[in-house]
Nanobody, 115 residues
Framework: DVQLQASGGGLVQPGGSLRLSCAAS????????MSWFRQAPGKGPEWVSS????????IYTDPVKGRFTISRDNAKNTLYLQMNSLKSEDTAVYYC????????RGQGTLVTVSS
């Protein structure tokens, strides 16, 4: 049974940082590209970043380039998203997915950027 559970969200002031984690079970992330998506209140899902299977190649949507870093620990079967210089427009529920398949998302974690 494939499961993905994101954690690490919370309330942070503009300019602050958070590190999200995504624990995977039921499959080995080392065999897959893994991605982060987000969904802001009242909006559709937005792809944020992807990491290839060994973590050697990463890509980002333009609004987060230079501020977010995707990484993985395949031994721990866990994906991460380091978010720095957070802005109010980063407020959303963040989800991890297997490959870039929105339908594979599990439980998300809410990030609220507000003063």
């Amino acid at each position: 049974d494939v499961q993905l559970q994101a954690s690490g969200g919370g309330l942070v002031q503009p300019g602050g940082s958070l590190r999200l984690s995504c624990a995977a079970s039921g499959f080995n992330i080392s065999s897959y590209t893994m991605s982060w998506f987000r969904q802001a209140p009242g909006k559709g899902p937005e792809w944020v970043s992807s990491s290839n299977a060994d973590g050697g190649s990463t890509i980002y949507t333009d609004p987060v380039k230079g501020r977010f870093t995707i990484s993985r620990d395949n031994a721990k079967n866990t994906l991460y998203l380091q978010m720095n210089s957070l802005k109010s427009e980063d407020t959303a529920v963040y989800y991890c997915t297997r490959q870039s398949n929105w339908g594979s998302r599990g439980q998300g974690t809410l990030v609220t950027v507000s003063s």
